[in-house]
């Protein structure tokens, strides 16, 4: 790093520095505090604060990580989800908020039935198990994941929060849980087509591309979901599947293919079709 970077001496210089390298003067502060340790309050309290060269180059090189694409929640190693604070990584998809309508509808669903079991399939940082396992001490949640880097992320996650009451299993979605029957089973797959230009744009390019992208059309995996959850179901269990917010027409058909019942599209907050939930009336044998 040339000695220009490392120009500004004072807390303040350091944000102003920050601040005209990104576009959000938001993400600038986020990172400079979190480079050295600061909380947003402590930031602004003390601006004339004299910082060392080595503080300044290592906020500095945070900033600059951003200003080159990377995501700011590899950055910092967290990302909120539903209220809990989760450690991620390159390993795992970054939570959004868009997929908390997923832990929404499916805590909705439970009411009324006693300990419910839960599975949640491709889990990557454990958000969507998590959080309704957080919500619904009562539960009993499966997660599972084919990668076990992933599985490592969720566990992990669980420990720092202390929630017990999720189990991970290393699984290609549901092969590895073959005896169990569930409630309620969700997911959040890969749904984006593969060699769609969204992959080679924003967080997307450092994300890892087998939980983006699944087949021609995105749908892959949902109809592998699909096929495979009935089994899995207990009689009258719920389903609940993200996916693109082009896709409800598609993945509501697909579901109706399967069998399924009572199938419903759902908006995220953005108003975004965004998920889709459906029953099993029966097992399958």
């Known amino acids: ?138 539960a009993r949640v499966t997660a599972t994941d084919r990668s076990p880097e992933a599985l490592v992320v969720a566990a992990n996650n669980a420990r720092q929060l202390d929630i017990a009451n999720v189990k991970f299993v290393q699984s290609d979605w549901l092969e590895s849980l073959e005896h169990e029957r569930f409630d309620v089973i969700v997911s959040n797959p890969p749904y984006v087509a593969v060699g769609d230009p969204h992959l080679e744009q924003g967080d997307l390019r450092f994300e890892p591309s087998a ?25 009258n269990g719920n389903l609940i599947l993200e996916h693109g917010a082009d896709q409800q027409a598609d993945v509501s058909a697909l579901l109706a293919e399967q069998g399924y019942t009572d199938i419903t599209g759902h908006r995220d907050l953005a108003h975004l079709p965004r998920a889709v939930s459906c029953k099993s009336q029966r097992q399958v044998a």
């Open 1 to 138: 790093m040339n000695d220009s970077r490392l120009a500004p001496h004072s807390l303040a210089e350091l944000l102003a520095s920050a601040r005209a390298q990104l576009d959000d003067p938001r993400e600038a502060a986020l990172l400079v505090g979190h480079a050295l340790g600061l909380s947003r309050e402590m930031l602004y309290a003390h601006p004339e604060r004299t910082l060392s060269p080595e503080e300044c180059e290592q906020a500095l090189a945070l900033v600059a990580r951003r200003a080159d694409g990377q995501p700011v929640a590899y950055l910092t190693g967290q990302r909120e989800f539903y209220g809990l604070a989760l450690q991620v990584g390159p390993a795992v998809l970054i939570p959004r908020p868009e997929t908390e309508l997923v832990v929404e509808l499916a805590l909705e669903r439970m009411k009324g039935i006693a300990s419910p079991a839960v599975a949640d399939l491709g889990t990557g940082s454990g958000a969507i198990a998590l959080a309704i396992a957080h919500e619904r001490a009562d």
């Open 211 to 235: 939980a983006l992208s699944s087949g021609p059309d995105g749908l892959d995996d949902i109809r592998r979901i699909a096929l495979e959850a009935k089994r899995y179901l207990k009689p």
